[in-house]
Structures are given as structure tokens and as C-alpha cells.
Nanobody, 121 residues
Framework: QGQLVESGGGLVQAGGSLRLSCAASGRTYSSYAMAWFRQAPGKEREFVVVSGSTGTTSFSDSVKGRFTISRDNNKNTVYLQMNSLNPEDTAVYYC???????????????WGQGTQVTVSS
């Protein structure tokens, strides 16, 4: 059974940076798409970025140019580098894995428990 564990969240001032990590275990993820979603209080969980198994990436417009995703298949770990953070980025960030690189959360089979990111103004 697959398991994803996020880490790296915290409190940061506007304009700062954070790097989130997602450690995957329980299966091989090299053929899976790895994605990040986020959920702010009172809002639905929204797509942030996905890295396909072939290395293709897709970003939401709200983070394009500020966030990058990378994955180390040897370590079964995916990273989310977040730069130029602003208070609107405050949310719980979730790592997800699935067979298809998509923005639709229903196609992801495995989810982490989430890590809180808070950006102060």
C-alpha cells in the first residue's frame, strides 16, 4: 500500500521561500505522476503542480514562475520549491500520486496527510 509523507511546511514572511518534501513508500512511483495540491481554509482543494513520469510539468497560473517541482526517483521523493510567497499561498499542501498527470484530484490514488504553509504579510 502506498504512503506519502509531506514535510517542510511552516511560517514564512511574504517574499520568502520554502521547500516542501514528499517521501513516498510502499510501491515504486517512477511510473506515476506526482502532484501537489493545496487547500486554504473554507476553500476546495486546488491543483498546484504536477510532474509526469516522463518529466513533463504543469503549473497552475497562480504559482507559475514562482514554484518549481522536482523528483528524485532513486529516493522516491518529490520536492516543491516555493519562492516569492505571498499570503494567498497560505494553505495545507498535499502531495498526491496517480497514474495520470492531471489537474483533477479524483485521478490520484495516494495522498499524504498534508503540511501547513502560512505566509505572513
Amino acid at each position: 500500500q502506498g504512503q506519502l509523507v509531506e514535510s517542510g511546511g511552516g511560517l514564512v514572511q511574504a517574499g520568502g521561500s520554502l521547500r516542501l518534501s514528499c517521501a513516498a513508500s510502499g510501491r515504486t512511483y517512477s511510473s506515476y505522476a506526482m502532484a501537489w495540491f493545496r487547500q486554504a481554509p473554507g476553500k476546495e482543494r486546488e491543483f498546484v503542480v504536477v510532474s509526469g513520469s516522463t518529466g513533463t510539468t504543469s503549473f497552475s497560473d497562480s504559482v507559475k514562475g514562482r514554484f518549481t517541482i522536482s523528483r528524485d526517483n532513486n529516493k522516491n521523493t518529490v520536492y516543491l520549491q516555493m519562492n516569492s510567497l505571498n499570503p494567498e499561498d497560505t494553505a495545507v499542501y498535499y502531495c498526491a500520486a496517480g497514474p495520470i498527470a492531471t489537474m483533477s484530484r479524483e485521478y490520484y490514488e495516494y495522498w499524504g496527510q498534508g503540511t501547513q504553509v502560512t505566509v505572513s504579510s
